[in-house]
C-alpha cells in the first residue's frame, strides 16, 4: 500500500495568511494525486486532481503542486470559509489512501 | 449535476451484516466511473473500501476484502455496500462516491453523497 502522510496535522492562521500543507507518499505514483477539503458534517469536496489541477469552481487561491513522492496545497489568501480539514489522496494504485488529514483553523 | 444519496440501517448489531445502498441521480450508473465506498472513522480516518464499475468488476480494500461485497442494486441506477461480521471498529460515516474509470482522465472522487452514520452496537 502507497501511505501517505501529511504535515502538520492542524494550523492556526489568520484570514488573508499562506498556507501551506504538505503530503508525502511512502512511494512515487506520477502526480495521480487529489486534494479534498471537508468541513464538520459534510463530505469532502475534491480541489486539486493530477496533482496540480484546479477542479472546476474551485478559487484560484488553491493551487497544488509537487512531484514524485512529496506534494503541497497552497492556499495563497486564507479566507474564513476556507477553515476546514484538508486530506491528500493518491489514485495511482490499489488500494487507494488518503492522508491522515490536516486541520486549518483560526488563529 | 450528479446526486448520490445513501440510505440504511443507523446501528447495526455486532458481529452482523452493514448494508447501504447509494442512489444515483442525474446520471446513469452505466457510465465509465468505478462507483465506490469511503469510510470516516476516528481510528482510521478516511479509508477506502472497494469499487464497482458497471456491474462487473470489482476492486476491494485488502485490509476489508474478505468481509465486504460491493453490487449494482436490484433497482436502477444504484448500488450496494455489504460489510460482514462488524465490530464497534467498524463504526463510522460512510459515504458513496465516484471516480472515472480510465485511471489518466480521473480526477479522484470527484461527487460525494452526503454520507450516513452507523453505529456499532448491541
Known amino acids: 500500500d502507497i501511505q501517505m502522510t501529511q504535515s502538520p496535522s492542524s494550523l492556526s492562521a489568520s484570514v488573508g495568511d499562506r498556507v501551506t500543507i504538505t503530503c508525502r507518499a511512502s512511494?512515487?505514483?506520477?502526480?495521480?494525486l487529489a486534494w479534498y477539503q471537508q468541513t464538520p458534517g459534510k463530505a469532502p469536496k475534491l480541489l486539486v486532481y493530477?496533482?496540480?489541477k484546479l477542479e472546476s469552481g474551485v478559487p484560484s487561491r488553491f493551487s497544488g503542486s509537487g512531484s514524485g513522492t512529496v506534494y503541497t496545497l497552497t492556499i495563497t489568501s486564507l479566507q474564513p470559509e476556507d477553515f476546514a480539514t484538508y486530506y491528500c489522496?493518491?489514485?495511482?494504485?490499489?488500494?487507494?489512501?488518503f492522508g491522515g488529514g490536516t486541520k486549518v483553523e483560526i488563529k | 449535476q450528479v446526486q448520490l444519496q445513501e440510505s440504511g440501517p443507523g446501528l447495526v448489531r455486532p458481529w452482523e451484516t452493514l448494508s447501504l445502498t447509494c442512489v444515483v441521480s442525474?446520471?446513469?450508473?452505466?457510465?465509465?466511473?468505478?462507483w465506490s465506498w469511503v469510510r470516516q472513522t476516528p481510528e482510521k480516518g478516511l479509508e477506502w473500501i472497494g469499487e464497482?464499475?458497471?456491474?462487473?468488476?470489482?476492486n476491494y480494500n485488502p485490509s476489508l476484502k474478505s468481509r465486504v461485497t460491493i453490487s449494482v442494486g436490484k433497482s436502477n441506477n444504484q448500488f450496494s455496500l455489504k460489510l460482514s461480521s462488524v465490530t464497534a471498529a467498524d463504526s463510522g460515516t460512510y459515504f458513496c462516491?465516484?471516480?472515472?474509470?480510465?485511471?489518466?482522465?480521473?480526477?479522484?472522487?470527484?461527487?460525494w453523497g452526503q454520507g450516513t452514520l452507523v453505529t456499532v452496537s448491541s
Open positions: 493530477g496533482a496540480s
Open positions: 489522496q493518491q489514485y495511482y494504485t490499489s488500494p487507494l489512501t
Open positions: 462516491t465516484r471516480r472515472i474509470y480510465m485511471v489518466l482522465q480521473s480526477r479522484g472522487f470527484d461527487s
Open positions: 442525474s446520471d446513469s450508473i452505466s457510465r465509465s466511473y468505478w
Open positions: 512511494q512515487g505514483m506520477s502526480n495521480f
Open positions: 464497482i464499475y458497471q456491474g462487473g468488476n470489482t
